[in-house]
Protein backbone atom coordinates (compact mmCIF):
# COMPACT_ATOMS: atom_id res chain seq x y z
CA UNK A 1 0.00 0.00 0.00
CA UNK A 2 2.85 2.58 0.23
CA UNK A 3 4.22 1.97 -2.29
CA UNK A 4 0.88 3.10 -3.95
CA UNK A 5 0.65 6.28 -1.78
CA UNK A 6 4.63 7.49 -3.12
CA UNK A 7 3.38 6.47 -6.66
CA UNK A 8 0.10 8.18 -6.62
CA UNK A 9 1.89 11.56 -4.73
CA UNK A 10 3.65 12.96 -7.99
CA UNK A 11 1.95 15.02 -10.45
CA UNK A 12 4.02 13.31 -13.40
CA UNK A 13 2.70 9.69 -12.46
CA UNK A 14 -0.82 10.75 -11.84
CA UNK A 15 -0.79 12.45 -15.20
CA UNK A 16 0.92 8.80 -16.78
CA UNK A 17 -1.94 7.11 -15.48
CA UNK A 18 -4.16 9.30 -17.16
CA UNK A 19 -2.53 9.16 -20.08
CA UNK A 20 -2.93 4.89 -20.23
CA UNK A 21 -6.15 5.21 -18.36
CA UNK A 22 -7.95 3.68 -21.90
CA UNK A 23 -5.48 2.90 -24.02
CA UNK A 24 -1.77 1.66 -23.88
CA UNK A 25 1.15 3.88 -24.67
CA UNK A 26 5.02 2.92 -25.78
CA UNK A 27 7.44 4.84 -23.57
CA UNK A 28 8.23 6.81 -26.28
CA UNK A 29 5.13 8.22 -26.78
CA UNK A 30 4.45 9.03 -22.74
CA UNK A 31 7.80 10.52 -22.87
CA UNK A 32 6.78 12.79 -25.73
CA UNK A 33 3.71 13.83 -23.73
CA UNK A 34 6.61 15.73 -21.02
CA UNK A 35 9.12 18.03 -21.12
CA UNK A 36 11.55 15.69 -19.47
CA UNK A 37 13.89 13.35 -20.56
CA UNK A 38 13.56 9.76 -21.41
CA UNK A 39 15.33 8.23 -18.27
CA UNK A 40 13.29 10.17 -16.00
CA UNK A 41 9.85 9.13 -17.33
CA UNK A 42 11.41 5.38 -17.78
CA UNK A 43 11.89 5.90 -13.73
CA UNK A 44 8.41 7.14 -12.99
CA UNK A 45 7.09 4.22 -15.36
CA UNK A 46 9.24 1.68 -12.81
CA UNK A 47 7.89 2.93 -10.16
CA UNK A 48 4.28 2.69 -11.17
CA UNK A 49 4.57 -0.62 -12.47
CA UNK A 50 6.69 -1.65 -9.30
CA UNK A 51 3.27 -0.16 -7.48
CA UNK A 52 1.14 -2.34 -9.30
CA UNK A 53 -0.71 0.21 -10.99
CA UNK A 54 0.88 0.10 -14.83
CA UNK A 55 1.99 -3.07 -16.44
CA UNK A 56 4.00 -3.53 -18.88
CA UNK A 57 4.64 -5.28 -22.76
CA UNK A 58 7.58 -5.53 -25.07
CA UNK A 59 6.49 -5.56 -28.27
CA UNK A 60 9.47 -5.99 -30.80
CA UNK A 61 11.29 -2.84 -30.10
CA UNK A 62 8.73 -1.11 -27.97
CA UNK A 63 7.82 -1.39 -24.50
CA UNK A 64 3.79 -0.71 -24.17
CA UNK A 65 2.26 0.52 -20.91
CA UNK A 66 -1.46 0.50 -19.42
CA UNK A 67 -2.92 0.77 -16.21
CA UNK A 68 -4.18 -2.51 -14.83
CA UNK A 69 -7.39 -2.67 -14.31
CA UNK A 70 -9.85 -2.84 -11.58
CA UNK A 71 -7.75 -2.25 -8.54
CA UNK A 72 -9.13 0.15 -5.58
CA UNK A 73 -6.01 2.58 -6.28
CA UNK A 74 -6.75 2.74 -10.24
CA UNK A 75 -10.41 3.00 -9.39
CA UNK A 76 -9.89 6.21 -6.59
CA UNK A 77 -7.41 8.02 -9.42
CA UNK A 78 -9.97 7.92 -12.14
CA UNK A 79 -12.35 8.91 -10.07
CA UNK A 80 -10.16 11.82 -8.88
CA UNK A 81 -9.27 12.52 -12.35
CA UNK A 82 -12.18 12.53 -13.97
CA UNK A 83 -13.01 15.93 -11.82
CA UNK A 84 -10.09 16.87 -11.75
CA UNK A 85 -9.14 19.56 -14.28
CA UNK A 86 -5.79 19.07 -15.24
CA UNK A 87 -6.95 14.60 -15.35
CA UNK A 88 -9.88 15.02 -16.82
CA UNK A 89 -8.52 16.18 -20.66
CA UNK A 90 -5.95 13.71 -20.44
CA UNK A 91 -8.11 10.81 -19.44
CA UNK A 92 -10.61 11.88 -22.80
CA UNK A 93 -7.27 11.95 -24.84
CA UNK A 94 -6.81 8.76 -23.41
CA UNK A 95 -10.29 7.25 -24.12
CA UNK A 96 -10.37 9.02 -27.88
CA UNK A 97 -6.81 7.48 -28.75
CA UNK A 98 -8.49 3.46 -27.42
CA UNK A 99 -11.37 4.22 -29.72
CA UNK A 100 -8.44 4.56 -33.05
CA UNK A 101 -6.12 1.67 -32.18
CA UNK A 102 -5.76 0.24 -35.63
CA UNK A 103 -4.95 4.37 -37.05
CA UNK A 104 -2.18 4.51 -34.49
CA UNK A 105 -1.09 0.78 -35.68
CA UNK A 106 -0.76 1.71 -38.49
CA UNK A 107 1.62 4.72 -38.16
CA UNK A 108 3.86 2.56 -36.98
CA UNK A 109 4.33 -0.21 -39.45
Same mark, same amino acid.
Request: a neutral charge; charged letters at 10%; glycine letters at 6%.
Given at each position: MQLIFEALASPVRRKILAYVAHTELNAGEIAARF @???? =?? &?????QLLEHAG???SEKRGKYVYYRQVPDTLAT??????? @? &?? =? &??? =?IRRESKDLSLA =???RQASED
Open positions: @DMSK =PS &ISQHLLVTTLTGFVQ @D &IC =P &IGA =P =PKV
